[in-house]
């Protein structure tokens, strides 16, 4: 018998909302020498690089929330 679809789910979006953290605190901690290092390489200003950075963190967080938790909730919903 399959284990259940929702733990799995779930452990998905947790470890997801990590990654999401970790890139957010890297961002705000060392986000002026990741600037310059960007900046090298693509010729980028600053406020074209933290829109960038911005929504980039944005769509991880809307690809959790529709690929993880919401088929999560559903689930639990359901009582699947």
Request: hydrophobic letters at 60%.
């Amino acid at each position: 018998m399959p284990a259940p679809l929702a733990p799995f789910l779930l452990w998905c979006a947790l470890l997801n909302y990590g990654v999401l953290l970790i890139g957010f605190v890297a961002w705000t901690a060392w986000g002026e020498p990741l600037y310059r290092m960007h900046a090298r390489w693509f010729r980028l200003d600053r406020a074209q690089v933290d829109f960038a950075v911005y929504l980039m963190l944005g769509l991880y967080k809307l690809a959790i929330w529709l690929l993880f938790l919401v088929p999560w909730i559903a689930l639990r919903i359901t009582g699947h």
